[in-house]
């Protein structure tokens, strides 16, 4: 089934260390995304890229870093994780502006 | 700065209509896109306008007046499986989502 896949689902982190999370898409979508969802505030966009080889900032980009080496495969790193990160974290992506954005199911993750 | 409002939380009756708005002040227009979460779930795309009027889709419409930076969800025959949260988002001058904080709809029977 073609779609976006996350991993891991969810992680409990210990502060001060790195982690990558995965993203990959089969759509051959040209855009992707990766968000942070917090209760009571809407997604806010971490970094995109809008083809293979580019990125951006997004509206929250400090303490992660992004790449995008080829069209399928997007991976947020936080450096060194503060508990303020401890969040759900969506990966999304789309075939161009203008056109909805798809959604993986999202990742879970605890920084204590 | 950029602005997305929404109601934060709506009360529905099974079978009836509701109305969940969105207002919105962003840089630049380039489109309104409305998306459906199901609690511990991911967005998934319900609707998308970009020009004044109503888009209907099913039991589904929404409505968007440029001018008045203003939009609308209607659900129409809602069924239990409609309780979600919903979210409005803007696409700005960069072709950015700017996300609402969403409205969580209940429905009681």
């Known amino acids: 089934i073609a779609g976006i896949t996350q991993a891991p689902t969810s992680q409990i982190l210990a502060a001060g260390r790195r982690m990558t999370l995965r993203c990959t898409q089969d759509?051959?979508?040209?855009?992707m995304y990766w968000y942070r969802q917090d209760l009571g505030l809407g997604l806010r966009l971490i970094h995109y890229s809008n083809t293979a080889g580019t990125t951006g900032k997004g509206e929250v980009p400090d303490g992660y870093s992004v790449s995008r080496a080829n069209t399928d495969d997007f991976p947020l790193t936080l450096a060194s994780a503060v508990p303020s990160q401890t969040s759900v974290y969506f990966c999304?992506?789309?075939?161009?502006?203008?056109?909805?954005?798809?959604f993986g199911d999202g990742t879970r993750l605890s920084i204590l | 700065g950029q602005n997305i409002d929404q109601p934060t939380e709506m009360t529905a009756t099974e079978g009836a209509i509701v109305q969940i708005n969105c207002t919105y002040q962003?840089?630049?227009?380039?489109?309104l896109f409305w998306y459906q979460q199901h609690a511990g779930e991911a967005p998934t795309f319900l609707s998308y306008?970009?020009l004044d009027g109503l888009e209907e889709k099913g039991r589904f419409s929404s409505f968007l007046s440029r001018s008045k930076g203003y939009s609308y969800l209607l659900l129409k025959e809602l069924q239990m499986k409609d309780s979600a949260s919903y979210l409005c988002?803007?696409?700005?001058?960069?072709?950015?989502?700017?996300w609402g904080a969403g409205t969580k709809l209940i429905i009681k029977p």
């Open positions: 759509m051959r979508h040209n855009a």
């Open positions: 962003t840089s630049g227009f380039n489109g």
């Open positions: 306008n970009v």
């Open positions: 988002a803007v696409e700005d001058s960069n072709y950015q989502l700017i």
């Open positions: 999304a992506s789309s075939d161009r502006v203008n056109q909805p954005q798809h």
